[in-house]
């Protein structure tokens, strides 16, 4: 089955920095790879997605980066404020299958 | 769009006895729902996949006749706890992927269960 890795398992950052959170995954044949933004408490939030025929996607201050090759997709947070700390999951699926999470990274943006 | 309503959001109830959640797609039908477990500070895994008008497939170490899955309809699904003990406590979290339709998951708000 899949297997999901992402690092790192926690990242400091400074107000205004950005943040990279890389995962990895096993099964060459999943096609989707959403990042969901848990804070605590609360359900994950989908903030972005990709799907396995893009390379690359960008919403506003949020980008994600796919290598379907190397199976490794990236996080990546430019001009981070105190409001993005949370704990950011990777997953990796089939479309309309159930997912395979990350372990999770937990990011704090000090001000 | 894409709204799932999990209820209760918390529940404590004493060893032994039972708790049912509710999962239920509002806007939208979903043939497969996920019921994830998430212990604190860990990440969210997967308990079991309830199809609609079929039975749920249970991940492995995961008790079938402990947690018990209905979904009867294409907007409920119901997880049942039973005979609750206090290594049950946890953030339940159910998920559904519109039918027909393209991911991502829509979550519920989850339920965090304190068995006492």
């Known amino acids: 089955g899949e297997n999901v890795e992402q690092h790192p398992s926690t990242l400091s950052v400074q107000e205004g920095d950005s943040a990279v959170i890389k995962c990895t995954y096993s099964?060459?044949?999943?096609?989707?790879f959403p990042w969901y933004k848990q804070e605590l408490g609360k359900r994950p939030q989908l903030i972005i997605d990709?799907?396995?025929?893009?390379g690359e996607k960008k919403d506003q201050r949020i980008a994600v980066t796919l290598n379907k090759t190397a199976k490794h997709f990236s996080l990546h947070i430019t001009e981070t404020q105190p409001e993005d700390s949370a704990v950011y999951f990777c997953?990796?699926?089939?479309?309309?299958?159930?997912?395979?999470f990350g372990p999770g990274t937990r990011l704090s943006v000090l001000p | 769009g894409a709204v799932v309503s999990q209820h209760p959001s918390w529940v404590i109830c004493k060893s032994g006895t039972s708790v049912k959640i509710e999962c239920r797609s509002l806007?939208?039908?979903?043939?497969?729902m996920f019921w994830y477990r998430q212990f604190p500070k860990q990440s969210l895994m997967l308990m079991a996949t309830?199809?609609?008008?079929?039975?749920?497939?249970?991940e492995q170490g995961v008790e079938k006749d402990k947690f018990l899955i209905n979904h009867a309809s294409l907007t409920l699904s119901t997880l049942t706890v039973t005979s609750a003990h206090p290594e049950d406590s946890s953030f339940y979290i159910c998920?559904?992927?519109?039918?027909?339709?393209?991911?991502?998951?829509?979550f519920g708000n989850g339920t965090r269960l304190t068995v006492t």
């Open positions: 309830s199809n609609e008008g079929s039975k749920a497939t249970y």
């Open positions: 806007d939208f039908q979903a043939t497969t």
């Open positions: 990709i799907r396995s025929n893009v």
């Open positions: 099964d060459s044949a999943s096609n989707y």
């Open positions: 997953a990796a699926s089939m479309e309309g299958q159930n997912f395979v």
């Open positions: 998920s559904a992927v519109r039918t027909g339709g393209r991911s991502p998951l829509h």
